[in-house]
């Protein structure tokens, strides 16, 4: 009653398909969890109800035998797999108990027994050769013994070369021996976590107006941690080390130690979770328009900033709609594209498995996107606040946040037929007063600007005989000669045969103006 699961059928799963399911997860080299409740929960075959599947613990102190059923044999901290390859990377910081740690190595779990004292497993239950490709953002992974060779992306004219760095997913982290000063400075870099996705293998792409949408049940979605490329070198202490300060237990298990001179393992940190992924991307470039947000220059910063602020705005009205938290849909990947194409987002549940968020986006793609560029009671805010876009959980990205470049980008996505869509006449017509008004505070600061009110864009300066004209971030740096910014470049350049023309955009003039002019 209120099911529509016929008994007999739920019998014959259980019967004929459910044990194979469950001896394929346990034998499948995929996932990191040892543990096999947490590889069923993580393979969508059975849940576990209300338990972390993927906590990590820093190991600050072994108590020196403990007693059975000692509930304080450890003093640890935990985190989320995530979370933890950034927060208790080597060289981190942690504060216990007004006390400061840091974090020094890797180590298995330990378990403690009265014959053979403190053990444990390796400190690398998953292993695995990775690429990263910081242009456009894809990632692969490899299992293989030897060290793959450099490769070119193969993502359609990236061509950027691919070094695969050796990966582990840690099971433990542990603390050096000592108590450490708050004061006390720490040379030591601990990289930053970004997140990838791999290539989705659908091949079914729905096409909404202007949008591509592909959506993938058990996607694979990566966090790195990779030193900014260099890799954490830890030397193998193959007989144990004590952990804690003072008199302490002796773990007699393989640890991995962080130290800048070995040449033992180069490693990155790394975690992988299977869940409901989500691509939307700009099936056309309009022309006179750029939308690649992962260049080298600073209209890709810009770039990034649209396509991080339209992901925010797409996910907080899934979850005002749907009644959940924010965290629980997260921007897996901004990938890049190039002159031609555009870049793409990638939306994905944050539970392993996946919960159909990014599904129900999916299906009501339309709506969403008309109800977020339709609305009228837009923020009152410059770029972004907490009543907009800002929540804790983004904080990593408020310096790139913009309601009005994430919602300029999201009309791309509408189809250019009807004219509801993104053209070059209208992102120039509405950027011109942003752009005049940012000209005249350059001007205030930098008195040398000479603004050139004979050309036909009206945010055009000098400096000598180069040629500055201030538009929006989507213009493409190629000017089209048909529109104003055209035909001011070729005046100017009829005027001044060896002038330099530059485009220079309103997000990073807005934001950083003194860079902007020196460079």
């Not at 950034?86 to 180590?107: C, E, H, M, S, T």
């Not at 690398?124 to 793959?148: I, N, V």
């Not at 959506?215 to 979605?221: A, H, I, L, P, T």
């Not at 830890?234 to 004590?242: D, I, R, T």
């Amino acid at each position: 009653s209120g099911t529509h699961v016929n008994a007999s059928s739920l019998k014959d799963y259980v019967v004929s398909e459910l044990t194979d399911q469950i001896r394929s997860i346990c034998h499948s080299t995929e996932y990191a969890e040892t543990n096999i409740a947490n590889r069923l929960a993580e393979g969508g075959i059975l849940p576990m109800y209300g338990m972390p599947t993927r906590s990590r613990n820093l190991y600050i102190k072994l108590k020196n035998k403990p007693s059975p059923g000692d509930q304080d044999d450890a003093t640890t901290v935990d985190r989320d797999l995530d979370q933890s390859l950034g927060a208790f990377a080597p060289g981190a910081r942690i504060n216990k108990d007004k006390k400061v740690y840091q974090v020094n190595g890797l180590i298995g779990v330990p378990q403690y027994s009265q014959k053979n004292g403190w053990e444990s497993g390796p400190p690398d239950g998953y292993r695995r050769w990775l690429s990263y490709c910081k242009a456009c953002m894809r990632f692969e992974e490899f299992e293989q013994s030897e060290k793959p060779e450099p490769y070119e992306c193969d993502t359609p004219l990236c061509g950027s070369i691919m070094e695969p760095l050796e990966g582990i997913t840690p099971k433990a982290y542990r603390c050096d021996n000592k108590q450490h000063s708050p004061e006390e400075f720490s040379i030591n870099s601990t990289g930053s976590v970004q997140t990838a996705s791999g290539k989705l293998n659908t091949l079914d792409v729905l096409k909404y107006g202007n949008a591509e949408l592909k959506f993938e049940s058990q996607g694979n979605v990566f966090r790195i941690n990779d030193r900014n490329g260099q890799g954490f070198t830890f030397k193998k202490a193959e007989n144990g080390m004590s952990i804690g300060y003072g008199k302490t237990g002796f773990l007699n298990s393989e640890q991995l130690i962080f130290d800048y001179a070995t040449t033992d393992e180069n490693l990155a940190l790394f975690s992988k979770k299977k869940t409901d992924v989500l691509q939307l991307r700009p099936a056309v470039v309009p022309h006179g328009l750029y939308l690649n947000p992962n260049t080298k220059d600073a209209q890709s910063v810009a770039l990034r900033a649209a396509y991080y602020s339209a992901a925010t705005m797409i996910i907080l009205h899934a979850t005002r709609k749907l009644d959940i938290d924010p965290g629980e849909i997260e921007i897996a990947s901004i990938h890049g594209g190039d002159l031609y194409r555009a870049g793409e987002i990638m939306l994905a549940d944050q539970l392993p498995n996946g919960a159909g968020f990014v599904n129900w986006i999916s299906c009501n793609w339309e709506k969403i996107l008309s109800e977020i560029i339709d609305q009228d009671n837009d923020c009152e805010c410059d770029t972004a606040c907490y009543d907009c876009l800002m929540s804790y959980q983004n904080r990593n990205l408020h310096a790139l946040l913009d309601w009005r470049l994430g919602k300029q980008l999201l009309k791309v996505f509408r189809s250019q037929k009807n004219g509801t869509g993104l053209n070059i006449k209208k992102v120039l017509n509405d950027s011109k007063e942003s752009a005049k008004k940012l000209l005249s505070e350059l001007q205030s600061s930098f008195p040398e600007a000479k603004t050139e009110t004979s050309l036909d864009w009206p945010a055009a300066f000098s400096v000598g005989e180069n040629l500055y004209l201030i538009t929006d971030p989507l213009v493409s740096p190629h000017v089209d000669s048909n529109n104003e910014l055209g035909k001011s470049h070729q005046k100017w350049v009829k005027l001044h045969p060896n002038a330099e023309v530059k485009i220079m955009d309103t997000f990073n003039l807005s934001r950083r103006m003194a860079w902007c002019w020196s460079n």
